[in-house]
């Protein structure tokens, strides 16, 4: 019987597991053909004597005819009679026979046992021989797989080096770009520090030289106005009630200044916008409390030589706007990088010797005017937005700031960190304004909403809803102004819950600014005009429109802003 074939080896080198695998099956296959060596050789001698005794037991059966008493003696048997002794009987041999037939019946048995118990063994064997066999072909299978992934793995492995080959020579190339490119940066730098150092000087040279010449052009300019005003003072003005003539009047005070700072053309030109009235503009380079300041030297003048005013009450003309001058700005009297980004807020101290400014950069910045000049005085942090609206309270000592994170904060002046935050509105707030007392505010928001606030508690005392999107609001003494971007202007009740007034106007409201003795109240909105409204009679007294892009009016009036 021979054993199952090994798995033949192929010319290609093999791997060491397999081999093992190879060298078990051998061992197994000799040690199992080892067990059956001696066993076959001995199963086939006893086939063998069986064979040969079944012949024997042929030949010895006997026939009938020829079976005959022992008593009967044939003469052949007187002739073998002295060989009688040497043969020995059919019985002797049937019971030889019969005694060596049983004890080839039990060496049969028991070698039929033996090849029973030697066939299990081999069908158990031959199962996991099978078995092994399934388990070695799975394994190959699964040794191939684990090849082709090998494979595929080493592909990409080469195509991975390639390419971090190839970035690793890009890398290179770029770092030796950037190392050429920092060393023109640094010579770059180096040449505009130098052009800005030149530049510096210049500009330095350039200052020096224009205030020189700014100075003898002031001591002229001075001279002729000192000049010119000895002469106007000799003159004799006369100053009536009526608007008209006392145009006339201011108008030959003002055209006695612009002599000395203005061309004859410009003056002309100016004179005719006189006659209109009461067209709108801003501040000129003629400042207002000069121009005041020199129509108030003639009046007094005037009254020292005993010329009568008529017996009128000096509010009585200084109280209707008067255009003093008109010019095309030239040039800017201080400029100052305040902010990072844009200035939102302006606002002057009660005493006009602080200045507020607010922008997008979250920073509130306090400057002191020293002689038309601003000088950096503090910096106050910590707001949650970009700044809309800055206000100080009445003493000066509280600075009030509306922000874009849906809340207002309340700075002390003199230190950089908010004091208080006032919370509540839910969308951007637009404007924040103290009113007649430093423990009280309002402010209003996006969210159509005007809060009042006691600033001793931190807490929203009352809540307007004022129906539309609020851009600016001012305070009086029972009052609440809150302009709109529906182009209305509402009157609240500070006691109750109403509203007590609207006043519709053309344009979105940008700005409002109540006069000091809360009798006008000054309305910007985007029709380009500029409305005082009388709050005694509740209707617009006057419109200032845009006069010129490139021209801007000063106006003058005794009841301030």
């Given at each position: 019987?021979?054993?199952?074939?090994?798995?033949?080896?192929?010319?290609?080198?093999?791997?060491?597991?397999?081999?093992?695998?190879?060298?078990?099956?051998?061992?197994?296959?000799?040690?199992?053909?080892?067990?059956?060596?001696?066993?076959?050789?001995?199963?086939?001698?006893?086939?063998?004597?069986?064979?040969?005794?079944?012949?024997?037991?042929?030949?010895?059966?006997?026939?009938?005819?020829?079976?005959?008493?022992?008593?009967?003696?044939?003469?052949?048997?007187?002739?073998?009679?002295?060989?009688?002794?040497?043969?020995?009987?059919?019985?002797?041999?049937?019971?030889?026979?019969?005694?060596?037939?049983?004890?080839?019946?039990?060496?049969?048995?028991?070698?039929?046992?033996?090849?029973?118990?030697?066939?299990?063994?081999?069908?158990?064997?031959?199962?996991?021989?099978?078995?092994?066999?399934?388990?070695?072909?799975?394994?190959?299978?699964?040794?191939?797989?684990?090849?082709?992934?090998?494979?595929?793995?080493?592909?990409?492995?080469?195509?991975?080096?390639?390419?971090?080959?190839?970035?690793?020579?890009?890398?290179?190339?770029?770092?030796?770009?950037?190392?050429?490119?920092?060393?023109?940066?640094?010579?770059?730098?180096?040449?505009?520090?130098?052009?800005?150092?030149?530049?510096?000087?210049?500009?330095?040279?350039?200052?020096?030289?224009?205030?020189?010449?700014?100075?003898?052009?002031?001591?002229?300019?001075?001279?002729?106005?000192?000049?010119?005003?000895?002469?106007?003072?000799?003159?004799?003005?006369?100053?009536?009630?009526?608007?008209?003539?006392?145009?006339?009047?201011?108008?030959?005070?003002?055209?006695?200044?612009?002599?000395?700072?203005?061309?004859?053309?410009?003056?002309?030109?100016?004179?005719?916008?006189?006659?209109?009235?009461?067209?709108?503009?801003?501040?000129?380079?003629?400042?207002?409390?000069?121009?005041?300041?020199?129509?108030?030297?003639?009046?007094?003048?005037?009254?020292?030589?005993?010329?009568?005013?008529?017996?009128?009450?000096?509010?009585?003309?200084?109280?209707?706007?008067?255009?003093?001058?008109?010019?095309?700005?030239?040039?800017?009297?201080?400029?100052?990088?305040?902010?990072?980004s844009e200035v939102n807020a302006v606002r002057f101290g009660p005493n006009s010797s602080l200045l507020a400014t607010g922008g997008a950069d979250r920073l509130i910045h306090l400057w002191n005017v020293v002689g038309g000049r601003l000088e950096a005085n503090q910096t106050l942090e910590g707001a949650g937005g970009s700044i809309t609206s800055v206000d100080f309270d009445p003493s000066g000592s509280q600075v009030l700031a509306a922000t874009y994170n849906q809340a207002a904060q309340l700075w002390k002046v003199g230190e950089a960190q908010s004091k208080e935050t006032l919370s509540?509105?839910?969308?951007?707030?637009?404007?924040?304004?103290?009113?007649?007392?430093?423990?009280?505010?309002?402010?209003?928001?996006?969210?159509?909403?005007?809060?009042?606030?006691?600033?001793?508690?931190?807490?929203?005392?009352?809540?307007?809803?004022?129906?539309?999107?609020?851009?600016?609001?001012?305070?009086?003494?029972?009052?609440?102004?809150?302009?709109?971007?529906?182009?209305?202007?509402?009157?609240?009740?500070?006691?109750?819950?109403?509203?007590?007034?609207?006043?519709p106007v053309q344009g979105r409201v940008t700005s409002l600014s109540l006069s000091h003795d809360q009798l006008h109240l000054l309305s910007c909105s985007r029709d380009d005009t500029l409305k005082v409204i009388d709050l005694r009679v509740s209707n617009i007294r006057q419109v200032f429109r845009r006069w010129r892009a490139d021209r801007v009016l000063l106006w003058h009036t005794c009841r301030g802003f």
């Amino acid at each position: 019987m021979a054993g199952p074939r090994a798995p033949t080896v192929p010319d290609a080198p093999v791997a060491p597991w397999k081999r093992h695998i190879v060298l078990q099956l051998r061992q197994r296959d000799r040690t199992q053909k080892a067990l059956f060596l001696e066993l076959m050789p001995a199963y086939n001698r006893l086939l063998e004597k069986a064979q040969l005794l079944a012949q024997f037991s042929e030949k010895l059966q006997p026939e009938p005819s020829d079976v005959t008493p022992t008593t009967h003696q044939g003469p052949w048997e007187e002739e073998s009679g002295p060989d009688s002794d040497q043969v020995p009987s059919p019985a002797t041999l049937r019971v030889k026979w019969q005694e060596e037939e049983e004890g080839l019946r039990l060496v049969c048995g028991e070698m039929a046992y033996q090849v029973v118990e030697k066939s299990a063994a081999l069908g158990t064997l031959e199962s996991e021989l099978e078995e092994r066999q399934g388990r070695l072909a799975a394994l190959e299978a699964s040794a191939a797989q684990l090849k082709e992934a090998r494979a595929g793995l080493a592909e990409q492995v080469e195509a991975w080096q390639a390419l971090n080959a190839a970035q690793l020579a890009t890398y290179d190339k770029l770092r030796k770009h950037a190392g050429l490119q920092e060393v023109a940066l640094r010579r770059l730098e180096e040449e505009a520090r130098d052009l800005l150092e030149k530049l510096v000087q210049r500009k330095a040279r350039a200052a020096a030289e224009r205030n020189v010449r700014n100075e003898c052009r002031e001591r002229v300019k001075q001279a002729r106005v000192s000049q010119e005003l000895k002469k106007a003072a000799k003159r004799t003005v006369s100053i009536s009630e009526n608007p008209n003539v006392l145009c006339d009047g201011v108008m030959e005070g003002a055209e006695t200044v612009a002599l000395a700072t203005q061309p004859e053309s410009l003056e002309s030109e100016a004179c005719e916008k006189w006659k209109r009235p009461f067209r709108s503009a801003s501040a000129t380079s003629l400042t207002l409390s000069r121009c005041v300041d020199v129509v108030k030297g003639l009046l007094d003048f005037k009254k020292r030589r005993g010329h009568s005013v008529g017996g009128a009450p000096e509010q009585r003309y200084q109280s209707i706007p008067v255009c003093m001058a008109a010019r095309l700005p030239t040039r800017a009297q201080d400029v100052l990088d305040a902010h990072l980004s844009e200035v939102n807020a302006v606002r002057f101290g009660p005493n006009s010797s602080l200045l507020a400014t607010g922008g997008a950069d979250r920073l509130i910045h306090l400057w002191n005017v020293v002689g038309g000049r601003l000088e950096a005085n503090q910096t106050l942090e910590g707001a949650g937005g970009s700044i809309t609206s800055v206000d100080f309270d009445p003493s000066g000592s509280q600075v009030l700031a509306a922000t874009y994170n849906q809340a207002a904060q309340l700075w002390k002046v003199g230190e950089a960190q908010s004091k208080e935050t006032l919370s509540g509105h839910t969308d951007k707030v637009t404007a924040a304004k103290f009113k007649l007392t430093r423990h009280q505010a309002v402010t209003g928001s996006r969210d159509r909403t005007v809060k009042e606030w006691d600033l001793g508690r931190a807490y929203c005392s009352r809540t307007i809803n004022v129906l539309s999107y609020c851009n600016d609001v001012v305070c009086g003494d029972h009052v609440i102004i809150s302009g709109h971007n529906d182009q209305k202007i509402r009157f609240w009740d500070s006691r109750g819950p109403r509203c007590t007034q609207v006043i519709p106007v053309q344009g979105r409201v940008t700005s409002l600014s109540l006069s000091h003795d809360q009798l006008h109240l000054l309305s910007c909105s985007r029709d380009d005009t500029l409305k005082v409204i009388d709050l005694r009679v509740s209707n617009i007294r006057q419109v200032f429109r845009r006069w010129r892009a490139d021209r801007v009016l000063l106006w003058h009036t005794c009841r301030g802003f």
